[in-house]
């Protein structure tokens, strides 16, 4: 069983939709929790990252964790063509980093 | 002015031979890593180290040797390559001892092995 584990999609909306992207993760140590956007042929980039359950909004970006189920969301609103890339989720903690398979998201004009 | 570069962008080799991928940040970070994406997208750290000390050592074959002259840069040398190593290798810096949640990844090096 990954450490992390993430729906690979691919997942299409239209522009304007709210995408809900998902993770759970298995190994209570994880500490921190994050969200990196990687578009094609390019290295993955940082969206957000929390230590607690709850919720972090940035922009259009909310980042939400729940600790007691192990559950990673992230919410996009108002989604754009821009946005097309794909999403991955990671936890760590204690000297381990894990990541998800990457959710890979399209959104149409 | 590139925070994390890496070269070469591209690397096709044959089976057996020996290559070097380079990684250099300009940012000042204390650590910095090396992760594999394989065809699936899936990424996976492989080493990490904390100004110039190693500490993560994931289970990769020893054919895998990181290196760090100091703490902007941190090689990867790859012995005997095989058709499996055929991956995005990258490399990735953090400001504080690692690892952490904010890296900052460089463009890849993509290995072709034939």
């Known amino acids: 069983q990954k450490e992390v584990e993430q729906d690979p999609g691919p997942l299409s909306v239209p522009e304007g939709a709210i995408v809900s992207l998902n993770c759970t993760y298995s190994?209570?140590?994880?500490?921190?929790f994050m969200w990196y956007r990687q578009y094609s042929r390019k290295g993955p980039e940082l969206l957000m990252y929390?230590?607690?359950?709850g919720n972090k909004e940035d922009g259009r970006f909310t980042a939400q964790v729940d600790k007691s189920s192990k559950y990673i969301s992230l919410f996009i609103r108002d989604s754009q063509p821009s946005d097309s890339a794909t999403y991955l989720c990671?936890?760590?903690?204690?000297?381990?980093?894990?990541f998800g398979a990457g959710t890979r998201l399209t959104v149409k004009p | 002015d590139t925070a994390v570069s890496q070269t070469p962008k591209y690397l096709v080799t044959q089976m057996g031979n020996d290559k070097s991928i380079k990684c250099e940040q300009n940012?000042?970070?204390?650590?910095m890593y090396w992760y594999k994406q394989d065809s699936k997208k899936f990424l996976k750290i492989m080493f990490s180290?904390?100004?110039?000390?190693?500490?993560i050592n994931e289970t990769v074959p020893n054919r895998f040797s990181p290196k760090s002259p100091d703490k902007a840069h941190l090689n990867l040398h790859i012995n005997s390559l095989e058709l499996g190593d055929s991956a995005v290798y990258f490399c990735?810096?953090?400001?504080?001892?690692?690892?952490?949640?904010?890296?900052?990844f460089g463009p890849g090096t993509r290995l072709t092995v034939t």
């Open positions: 990671a936890s760590g903690g204690n000297n381990d980093m894990r």
């Open positions: 190994n209570s140590a994880f500490q921190y």
């Open positions: 929390t230590y607690s359950s």
């Open positions: 940012l000042g970070h204390d650590t």
């Open positions: 180290y904390n100004n110039k000390e190693l500490i």
């Open positions: 990735a810096s953090s400001p504080k001892a690692g690892p952490r949640p904010e890296q900052y």
